[in-house]
């Protein structure tokens, strides 16, 4: 069994749990359907358990299946960044790490840690995959990234939350619109003035709907949008509010123009930012490296306008 759980079986059964099929396993490995059938086989007999629920439409995994699955993946992975960094782990070097991220990270945040880290270890490289928040965790937790530094509204299953801290959504205004002035706005307070959102489905959204359903207030956006970049700019050019947390744009508002605003509502402080790993995987050197660098950028300390956002539009008027 030992050989199994480290061979090619423990491959191609990963593969048939993420594609619900022993054909589309085949169609992705380009491997002959029956040697992946006798692989799966082969493995549920030296474990004595079925691994999967034939369906009518495929395979699901069954309670087995979800165990091997979460050793499968953590083993899969390390093993790739054993291979990779053999003979480089005192500097580092040979090793790609794969983040997963939520889109408001990736216009600015995340390229410019990354960018600081490579400076320290020039023989690291990344790759950044930006997708909604479940999506960055699922690529965690199936072992299709090694990080996700992404928002979230509750506890997820499958990751290590390595560090967490609060998220709360903010108003983004131009220093010249006509509630700059303001040290905190409402939700009744904006619907006046043109809005740009995100899609519905968008943590931020979320909140947005929740609260407006709870104070029975209507927001009507003249500009919705999946793309964070889009809104900042659409906001830029044209004066209308958008959300944003502060991570998201705290190297650029001022310079842009912007004040950063709290919002009156509870709701809008519930969100979380998390950087998180698969549970129980013990990570490789250059991913702890670049996890504790992630971490201390995170908590940087913040420019003194998102303290105060009021001396943003002073600093643009001045």
Request: hydrophobic share 45%; net charge positive; with cysteine.
């Amino acid at each position: 069994m030992a050989l199994s759980l480290h061979g090619i079986a423990l491959r191609y059964f990963v593969e048939v749990a993420r594609t619900g099929s022993i054909s589309d396993a085949s169609a992705r490995l380009h491997v002959a359907v029956s040697a992946i059938s006798r692989q799966i086989a082969r493995l549920e007999g030296e474990l004595g358990a079925a691994l999967f629920e034939r369906r009518p439409r495929g395979m699901a995994l069954s309670e087995a299946g979800e165990r091997l699955l979460a050793y499968a993946q953590r083993s899969l992975l390390e093993a790739e960044h054993v291979i990779k960094e053999i003979g480089g782990l005192e500097a580092l070097h040979g090793s790609m790490i794969k983040v997963a991220s939520s889109e408001g990270f990736a216009a600015d945040f995340l390229p410019a840690a990354m960018a600081g880290f490579r400076r320290s270890y020039p023989g690291i490289d990344f790759t950044l995959f930006v997708m909604s928040p479940g999506e960055a965790t699922r690529r965690v937790r199936d072992g299709d990234a090694d990080l996700a530094l992404t928002f979230s509204l509750a506890p997820e299953k499958g990751v290590k939350v390595e560090h967490t801290e609060r998220a709360p959504v903010l108003a983004l205004l131009r220093a010249d619109h006509p509630l700059a002035a303001r040290a905190k706005v409402s939700l009744a307070d904006l619907r006046r003035y043109p809005l740009a959102l995100p899609e519905p489905g968008t943590t931020i959204r979320q909140l947005i709907d929740i609260t407006c359903a709870l104070e029975g207030v209507l927001l009507e956006p003249d500009f919705v949008s999946n793309n964070n970049g889009a809104m900042y700019r659409y906001a830029q050019k044209s004066g209308a509010i958008m959300f944003t947390s502060l991570l998201s744009v705290r190297d650029r508002y001022a310079d842009d123009g912007f004040v950063v605003m709290p919002l009156t509502h509870p709701q809008m402080r519930q969100r979380s930012i998390q950087v998180q790993t698969m549970a129980g995987r013990e990570l490789p050197p250059s991913v702890k490296a670049f996890r504790d660098h992630l971490i201390a950028e995170i908590g940087a300390p913040k420019p003194a306008d998102a303290a105060t956002p009021n001396s943003a539009r002073r600093r643009a008027k001045g």
